[in-house]
């Protein structure tokens, strides 16, 4: 089991809807970093030490220069990443920076959850990492109901509470809202 001074936690693409999640896993972890194009200028986490937490502004298709910073601060006891290509080395390479037990998170949008799709190659792939607990969040949308008479996409809010429930409760596959019937997503 993990003691405080090994819960390293890496951020990627957390900056935007993410934030409330990036919030929660900072109050349990003992060291963060978090990547973004733009993250030295999101406020850090309240609350936390300075010493614990560390951005760097990062396009992430620049794999090598993620690369050093997962070297440098790796390996993770926790990963939450919204990666919208599908980066395929990217994620192996975040996978192989992770610790033993370690959990990683990977948000996915709706596409993903087609048959064949990102979400099944990752399961596949993920596989190859039996010593890993693996969470995926497919973004879907809501229904059309009473009061809406289409259907819309999730809010930030639906998003980053699903996502703060993966981070305390892992599980192998998690679809916020629908993605069935795939024809009735918004337009
Ligand atoms: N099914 C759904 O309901 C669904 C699915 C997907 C999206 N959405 C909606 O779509 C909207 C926009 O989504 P969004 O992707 O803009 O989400 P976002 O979470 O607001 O922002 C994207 C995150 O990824 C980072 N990022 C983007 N490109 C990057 C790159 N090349 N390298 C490193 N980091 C990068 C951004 O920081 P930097 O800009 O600093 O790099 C930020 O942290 C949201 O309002 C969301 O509600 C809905």
Not at 9 to 38: D, E, K, Y
Not at 57 to 67: G, L, P, R, T
Not at 172 to 178: C, D, E, F
Request: hydrophobic residues 40%.
């Amino acid at each position: 089991m993990d003691t405080p001074k090994d819960c390293r936690s890496l951020m990627i693409g957390a900056t935007g809807m993410l934030t409330p999640a990036l919030h929660h896993a900072a109050a349990q972890a003992t060291h963060m970093l978090n990547l973004a194009r733009h993250a030295t200028q999101f406020t850090p986490p309240p609350g936390v030490p300075k010493e614990t937490y560390e951005a760097h502004d990062v396009d992430y298709e620049n794999v090598k220069a993620v690369e050093q910073l997962l070297n440098a601060h790796g390996p993770f006891t926790t990963a939450l990443t919204w990666i919208q290509p599908k980066a395929l080395p990217l994620r192996d390479l975040i996978a192989n920076h992770m610790r033993p037990q370690g959990h990683l998170i990977e948000v996915m949008g709706s596409a993903a959850s087609r048959p064949g799709a990102l979400a099944d190659q990752r399961r596949a792939t993920m596989a190859a990492f039996p010593n890993i607990t693996y969470s995926q969040l497919i973004l879907g949308f809501m229904p059309k109901d009473e009061t809406s008479p289409t259907s819309r996409w999730l809010t930030h809010d639906e998003i980053a509470t699903a996502a703060c429930a993966i981070l305390d409760t892992p599980a192998p596959r998690t679809i916020v809202g629908h993605v069935e019937p795939w024809e009735a997503r918004p337009q």
